[in-house]
């Protein structure tokens, strides 16, 4: 079993920044992690996600060049850095884990995820 805590979300202003952060806890930090968000009357969307290694990182199309995500395997935490926030990125964000490698930007690929934690984005 692997608990996942998200913190770090609020309220900012178009163009500022927050960085979200996720701690896991459980069994062994071995797992793909991914951050994903659903907006109020939308579908949940993949945002981003890392390798066990950290060495591979992938993006949706709507936050490359704004957002990084990171982890610390060490501390068993990871983040996501987002910059140039839009009011079309208000959503709450969760981090989920999942096994291996693939299917690292679907839901599917995961089985573990976090409450979430609401970022709002004002104009």
């Known amino acids: 079993q692997v608990r996942l805590v998200e913190s770090g979300g609020g309220l900012v202003q178009a163009g500022g920044s927050l960085r979200l952060s996720c701690a896991a806890s459980?069994?062994?930090?071995?797992?793909?992690m991914g951050w994903f968000r659903r907006a109020p009357g939308k579908e949940r969307e993949f945002v981003a996600g890392i390798t066990l290694s950290g060495g591979n990182t992938y993006y949706a199309d709507s936050v490359k060049g704004r957002f990084t995500i990171s982890r610390d395997n060490a501390k068993n935490t990871v983040a996501l850095q987002m910059n140039s926030l839009k009011p079309e990125d208000t959503a709450v964000y969760y981090c989920?884990?999942?096994?291996?490698?693939?299917?690292?930007?679907?839901?599917?690929?995961?089985?573990?995820w976090g409450q979430g934690t609401q970022v709002t984005v004002s104009s």
């Open positions: 459980g069994r062994t930090f071995s797992n793909k």
């Open positions: 989920a884990a999942g096994p291996g490698t693939v299917l690292l930007t679907v839901g599917s690929g995961y089985n573990y």
